[in-house]
């Protein structure tokens, strides 16, 4: 009888190994995707916050053209002069939108801005291997379904009254703080530091999340690499699309933990995460339509959806 | 004398708190050393440039957290505010779900941090092989026919007697097995009768007999999320003695030998076009201890 019962165990206890097999190296890849991404969110918050803090938005109206094409260029290219990650953007949009800036060129900034500068790029180089090619693809991609998505939605100009829902919130928000023109530099470097804990503690979160689910898919996809097969076509640009979705990651993590699934999933797809991932996250999908109206918010996503697949299956 | 009151601001000082855990982890993964246990070694200078900002961030959080204001009785918070909200953080909502939720997650992840055990990846991140069957394996791999072999039909240079050593390993940094993978590569035939001496841990693949394992050491990038196995089979009668992990240092002779199965196996398949492949048979095995750097990186 007892023999029985330590027998009845046995699948309990292999059950556990394998669990404890997977656990392990698990904790370490997850520590070492953590330690590796944060020096990079970290500068993003920063430099972000000192953007936050020491620019206002009349700038950026004044440097944007009024004709279309020329606007959503500028207007993708702006992120590369002055970083903010996608967290940052939204409330910029809102106030660029305000200043009675083309609502195409902000809809190319607000996709765009969060890759198209040095933190995000140097991230993407670091992270795969000082490879510069998957950086160009990733700023060309974006680049590209920035523009065209721009000028997609673009239309008419919209001023920002006709849109209640945006109007009220305007004037709750916080980036109204932005324009106190007179504070002194102590408080000036105060608000930057509370600025960036903020945003670390806005982004930090996501990326442990990210970062857990990765390292315990990369550990089961190599102890089970014979039952799974390495993805590719459109279910590899798709399950990609989900997860980088999903994972909301900023731009300067999000390389890392695209790198960690480069060997499972094909060059295609890894674009299509590193992509998608900053235009369409768990946050924009909320922030987009609020910032740009319901209607132009979901053509938006959606336009964004469909570029980011083409791209994932073309390379 | 003026009564001072103090208030603490929870948010505040609670991300101050965790702020400053993290930049201590980091701390103590550079003072151990373990940090080379986890990234590369440009990481790992980035780590250190953001210790002491993060420090310095968390300490003046936590110090402006404590709120010294005068005791005055019947104190209406909003008189008191003189107009400038941006650092009066009791007008701020109360934390959200996602809030609580980020300081939870951040203090499970220190809690997983300084609870790590410190090792070295090994054989557990080594892809599994899919089954093959003995008969397929025995018709076309070599194993114990004693061969040196040729690559294709040329033949090696006269190096019987020459025991220079061609790739040998002189500090925990040297990119031994990618350095010798890369060459050999380039020119298969310079090596073929040389001496080696390299470093790695065991790893015996159940593709292959009991006398060969294969010396194995991770190539990584950045981080060992991305560590990717770099092997040289071994030919050794003490082979069955050793385990799996084992850091060993071997030397011995490189010779090729008939085996196509070497191209399943994850850490063996860098060299995949031809059937003769580099196995060293060995003269010495001596174990040593994990090194302190023990992952290959780019020069």
């Keep these: 009888m007892v023999i029985e019962d330590v027998q009845l165990l046995d699948p309990i206890f292999t059950f556990i190994n394998q669990i404890l097999q997977i656990l392990i190296p698990a904790h370490s890849i997850f520590l070492a995707i953590l330690v590796e991404s944060f020096p990079f969110v970290f500068v993003g918050a920063l430099l972000s916050s000192c953007v936050h803090e020491c620019i206002h938005e009349e700038h950026f109206a004044r440097w944007i053209p009024k004709n279309k094409l020329s606007s959503v260029v500028v207007g993708s290219l702006i992120g590369f002069i002055l970083p903010v990650c996608d967290c940052g953007t939204n409330p910029v949009a809102r106030n660029l939108l305000v200043k009675g800036v083309p609502r195409a060129a902000?809809?190319?900034?607000?996709?765009?801005?969060?890759?198209?500068?040095?933190?995000?790029?140097?991230?993407?180089?670091?992270?795969?291997?000082?490879?510069?090619?998957?950086?160009?693809?990733?700023?060309?991609?974006?680049?590209?379904?920035?523009?065209?998505?721009?000028?997609?939605?673009?239309?008419?100009?919209?001023?920002?009254?006709?849109?209640?829902?945006?109007?009220?919130?305007?004037?709750?928000?916080?980036?109204?703080?932005?324009?106190?023109?007179?504070?002194?530099?102590?408080?000036?470097?105060?608000?930057?530091?509370?600025?960036?804990?903020?945003?670390?503690?806005?982004?930090?979160?996501?990326?442990?999340?990210?970062?857990?689910?990765?390292?315990?898919?990369?550990?089961?996809?190599?102890?089970?690499?014979?039952?799974?097969?390495?993805?590719?076509?459109?279910?590899?640009?798709?399950?990609?699309?989900?997860?980088?979705?999903?994972?909301?990651?900023?731009?300067?993590?999000?390389?890392?933990?695209?790198?960690?699934?480069?060997?499972?999933?094909?060059?295609?797809?890894?674009?299509?995460?590193?992509v998608i991932g900053q235009m369409a996250d768990l946050r924009n999908v909320l922030l987009i339509p609020r910032t740009f109206g319901l209607i132009t918010g979901i053509k938006v996503l959606a336009l964004c959806f469909l570029f980011c697949f083409i791209t994932g299956m073309i390379l | 004398?003026?009564?001072?009151?103090?208030?603490?601001?929870?948010?505040?000082?609670?991300?101050?708190?965790?702020?400053?855990?993290?930049?201590?982890?980091?701390?103590?993964?550079?003072?151990?050393?373990?940090?080379?246990?986890?990234?590369?070694?440009?990481?790992?200078?980035?780590?250190?440039?953001?210790?002491?900002?993060?420090?310095?961030?968390?300490?003046?959080?936590?110090?402006?957290?404590?709120?010294?204001k005068p005791a005055l009785p019947q104190r209406d918070h909003g008189e008191?505010?003189?107009?400038?909200?941006?650092?009066?953080?009791?007008?701020?909502?109360?934390?959200?779900?996602?809030?609580?939720?980020?300081?939870?997650?951040?203090?499970?992840?220190?809690?997983?941090?300084?609870?790590?055990?410190?090792?070295?990846?090994?054989?557990?991140?080594?892809?599994?092989?899919?089954?093959?069957?003995?008969?397929?394996?025995?018709?076309?791999?070599?194993?114990?026919?004693?061969?040196?072999?040729?690559?294709?039909?040329?033949?090696?240079?006269?190096?019987?007697?020459?025991t220079e050593s061609v790739v040998t390993k002189q500090s925990a940094n040297e990119e031994s097995q990618a350095s010798f993978a890369i060459h050999y590569q380039a020119n298969p035939l310079k090596y073929v009768g040389t001496t080696v001496a390299l470093e790695g841990f065991v790893y015996h693949s159940p593709l292959l007999p009991p006398n060969y394992f294969i010396l194995t050491r991770y190539f990584v990038f950045c981080c060992i999320a991305d560590a990717y196995p770099i092997g040289i089979t071994v030919r050794s009668s003490d082979s069955m003695d050793l385990k799996n992990d084992t850091w060993v240092q071997v030397k011995g002779m490189i010779e090729t030998k008939q085996l196509p199965i070497l191209d399943q196996i994850e850490p063996t398949n860098w060299f995949p076009t031809s059937p003769k492949k580099p196995v060293i048979n060995s003269s010495s095995i001596k174990a040593i201890p994990t090194p302190t750097k023990p992952y290959m990186m780019p020069s």
């Design chain 1, 106 to 274: 902000v809809v190319a900034f607000t996709l765009a801005a969060p890759v198209i500068n040095p933190i995000s790029m140097l991230a993407t180089y670091f992270a795969f291997g000082m490879n510069v090619h998957m950086m160009l693809l990733r700023v060309f991609a974006t680049f590209i379904i920035a523009c065209v998505v721009g000028c997609i939605v673009g239309g008419k100009r919209v001023p920002a009254v006709e849109s209640g829902i945006f109007q009220s919130q305007l004037e709750g928000s916080a980036t109204v703080e932005v324009s106190h023109p007179k504070k002194s530099k102590l408080k000036r470097l105060r608000s930057i530091m509370e600025h960036t804990v903020e945003e670390v503690f806005g982004i930090i979160g996501f990326l442990i999340c990210s970062a857990a689910v990765s390292s315990l898919y990369q550990v089961y996809h190599t102890q089970h690499a014979h039952l799974l097969q390495s993805q590719s076509g459109v279910l590899a640009v798709l399950t990609m699309m989900l997860l980088a979705i999903l994972f909301s990651l900023c731009s300067s993590a999000d390389a890392f933990v695209a790198r960690s699934f480069a060997t499972s999933y094909s060059p295609g797809a890894v674009l299509a995460f590193l």
């Design chain 2, 1 to 68: 004398m003026q009564l001072l009151q103090l208030s603490i601001h929870r948010k505040q000082f609670v991300q101050g708190l965790l702020l400053f855990s993290l930049s201590l982890f980091f701390l103590k993964l550079y003072v151990t050393g373990n940090i080379h246990l986890l990234v590369s070694d440009t990481i790992a200078v980035l780590i250190l440039f953001t210790i002491l900002p993060v420090m310095v961030l968390s300490c003046a959080m936590l110090f402006w957290s404590v709120n010294r």
């Design chain 2, 80 to 162: 008191n505010c003189e107009g400038d909200h941006t650092h009066c953080q009791d007008h701020i909502p109360a934390s959200s779900f996602w809030g609580k939720s980020t300081v939870c997650l951040l203090l499970l992840s220190l809690l997983a941090a300084f609870s790590w055990h410190p090792k070295a990846l090994g054989s557990e991140m080594i892809a599994k092989t899919p089954n093959i069957s003995p008969a397929e394996l025995d018709a076309n791999n070599s194993f114990d026919d004693g061969s040196t072999g040729t690559l294709g039909e040329l033949k090696p240079p006269v190096t019987t007697q020459n």
